[in-house]
């Protein structure tokens, strides 16, 4: 930079700066009061952008949220598609109904196993499982 | 950082205020860089602020240029000159001369309204490149980072920037 540039450059900054100090009040109140509502907005970021910074909290959470969703997608209706049975109702009452003790001189009575073969199961027919039970018993 | 705000703000809205030519336009294009630069790099340490702060600024400045240009392809489009339509509307519509701001009459006004004028009919990225050379003081690395340009596109620049108000205000020099 010569003298001469730097003279010339001077100049120009000092009547840049010099305009600054001429600016109207309304204006000056104007630009303080975006200084204030600027330095307000620290820490006032928006909440999908303290995901980003708060990896370490999120993270797992996710990860859990995200294997939770998939056992619910995948494993249960898997599980539910092997075993049909075990999630039938009127198969469980079935069961129950042989499994309770208090039933158990129905369990050891033949004709009840020839009459449990012969019915088809249905929810109609449980309670005249259960009658059938009741009188046997 | 209120510090540092405060420091700029009068230079930065003088920055905006020859890009827009409009002093509405460069109180927004203030605040919405200071707001940024709060909200985004409070955090980081303050001799980056400054080239981080006009970064910003000549981002908003630029954003605001291509919606002008847009509007006032849309405004050309839908105001087509009829054969009734009088020149005096047309000198209505005219912005307003830059270099008329009430605060640039106090003294030496007639150089302070020619430099206004050379700096606000420069482009752009020269008027920018000067501006944060000469007057904020950036060296030729951090003007490139606010700018997002390279070191030489700085140099050119700054030297056509230059040789423009060297021109412009030649009857000022001794």
Known sequence: MTIDEKTFTERIKTKL????????????????????????????????KNIGSNTKVWAPLAGVAFCSVMAVMFILPAQQATNPAAVSGEYTAMFELVESPEDFDAVTDPDFYLWLDETKPSPNNLNSMNEATSRTA | ??????????????????????????????????????????????????????????????????????????????????DDEDTEDRLEQHPADISSFPDIQLQDAEFMAHLNQALSEMPLRQQQVFLLRIWEGLDISDTAKAMQCSESSVKTHYSRALEKLRIALKEFQP
């Open chain 1, 17 to 48: 700066t010099d305009s600054t100090n001429d600016i109207d009040a309304d204006t000056q109140l104007r630009l303080h009061a975006i200084r204030r509502k600027a330095l307000q907005q620290s820490g006032k970021q928006a909440w999908w």
């Open chain 2, 1 to 82: 950082m209120e510090a540092f705000l405060a420091e700029i703000e009068r230079r930065a809205f003088r920055m905006a205020q020859l890009a827009t030519g409009n002093r509405d336009d460069a109180l927004d294009i203030v605040q919405d860089a200071m707001i940024k630069l709060v909200q985004k790099y409070s955090d980081h340490p303050p001799s980056s602020w400054k080239p981080l702060f006009y970064s910003i600024l000549e981002s908003r400045i630029m954003d605001w240029h291509r919606r002008q240009t847009v509007r006032n392809r849309f405004r050309s489009w839908l105001d087509k000159p009829s």
